[in-house]
């Protein structure tokens, strides 16, 4: 789990510019678990891509969610190749 918060913190700085901590992570994670976030798309590997808005920007967060973890952070040129190369079923 700490391997992929690592991940996930450097990750949300370098795309990002904001620095999270693990307690940051958590909130967003129990955000998107609870409804607060929009729903991109399903990819074949047990991961989801979703849209939420943390601090006025929006973040695209990677979800493994059987493990009920955010794995990384995409930019939104990201999300949409991924989308345009159907590596994931956009809703």
Known sequence: MLKYFCH?????????????TMSQIRTLEKR???GDADYIGM?????????ITYEQQTLYPLIDFEASIILTFLTKKM??????AKKYLAI
């Open 8 to 20: 996930a913190q450097e990750r949300a700085f370098e795309r990002y510019g904001i620095y999270l």
């Open 79 to 84: 999300v949409n190749r991924n989308i345009k």
């Open 43 to 51: 990819g074949v590997n047990g991961t989801s891509m979703w849209s």
């Open 32 to 34: 998107i678990y609870n």
